[in-house]
């Protein structure tokens, strides 16, 4: 083995501190690595977790868009329905039990028929408007006959005397739509009462 003598002792001790330093750098060599490792994997994490909600929020605003859009063909739909009524009901003989063009009588009223959607029949709404909504199904409704209101004051003015003319009676009737988003899950029904003086 050689060894080396310096002749100026400060000149050993700085190189015996270099070699001391060297060893001690060599025994950390994989620990930079391993931390560098360990803040990527936490970075990727935190980057799959944002993907994650980003598709998470996409899919929750394509449903409540959906949703907004079954409501307002829905909303579209009563509407017609009402306008039908105030423009081609002028009497009660198109109501019937089995709701033929599903326009129900009295007898067939019942607040729990838009359950059972399927089986009950209905009217839709004009070929033109149903083009323009773009929706998965076709908006429907039915209207029952639900009651008939005699305005008390009716038989005390017969002449029409005075500021109130002698009224008729009232029919009252529940309009009940159901219309459909732009896929075929997303529905929405909305009922309404509509009264009109026979």
């Known amino acids: 083995m050689l060894t080396t003598k310096y002749p100026n002792p400060q000149y050993s001790k700085l190189i015996s501190e270099n070699i001391g330093q060297y060893k001690l750098a060599a025994k950390q060599q994989g620990a930079v690595l391993f931390i560098s490792l360990i803040i990527l994997l936490v970075l990727s994490v935190i980057g799959i977790n944002a993907v994650d909600r980003t598709n998470l929020d996409s899919k929750i605003s394509a449903n409540f868009r959906d949703y907004n ?25 198109d109501f019937s039990d089995s709701g033929a063009n599903g326009l129900y009588s009295k007898n067939a009223a019942d607040s729990s028929m838009w359950q059972n959607w399927k089986n009950i029949n209905t009217k839709e709404i004009s070929s033109q408007k149903k083009s ?15 009651a008939t209101i005699k ?22 009737f529940r309009v009940t739509a159901r219309g459909v988003g732009t896929s075929p899950d997303s529905q929405v029904i909305l009922q309404s009462m509509f009264a009109k003086q026979m």
């Open 69 to 93: 859009v079954a409501f307002q063909t829905a909303e579209a739909t009563l509407m017609d329905a009402e306008t039908f009524v105030q423009n081609n009901i002028g009497t009660l003989a």
């Open 132 to 146: 323009d909504f773009k929706v998965s199904g076709t908006p429907e409704y039915y209207i029952e006959n639900y």
């Open 151 to 172: 305005p008390e004051n009716a038989s005390l003015n017969q002449d029409n005397y005075g500021e109130s003319a002698a009224l008729g009676e009232v029919e009252v």
